[in-house]
């Protein structure tokens, strides 16, 4: 089974840009589909993005689609959440996670989490 290691995160001011990375320890398979979750503080995990390994075809959530983008490097079996125009509500702590779907929670494999704060 692959490991995620999460990287990046910290802490922004409203407006501002962060970038997350998640490194595979192994070549995904073809069917692989990597993305984010994130947890805000007292809510639930909620979906943000994802990315097919084989097509390199994109999904996000409604409140970050037009924000964030989600970009792979094959060589490096890495994919990075590029987060522009950071809002408040976009604190969360975000995990990558693997698996056949991410949006629709068909996932069994995620990474440590990494905590992104963002102040308005």
């Known amino acids: 089974q692959v490991q995620l290691v999460d990287a990046g995160g910290g802490w922004a001011q409203a407006g501002e840009s962060l970038t997350l990375s998640c490194a595979v320890s192994a070549q995904p398979l073809g069917s692989t589909t990597l993305g984010w979750v994130r947890q805000p503080p007292g809510k639930e995990r909620e979906f943000v993005g994802s990315i097919s390994w084989m097509t390199g075809a994109t999904q996000f959530a409604d409140a970050v689609k037009d924000r964030f983008t989600i970009t792979r490097d094959n060589a490096r079996n890495t994919i990075y959440l590029q987060m522009n125009g950071l809002k408040s509500e976009d604190t969360a702590v975000y995990s990558c996670?693997?698996?056949?779907?991410?949006?629709?929670?068909?996932?069994?494999?995620w990474g440590q989490g990494t905590q992104v704060v963002v102040s308005a």
């Open positions: 996670a693997a698996g056949l779907s991410i949006i629709t929670g068909e996932y069994d494999v």
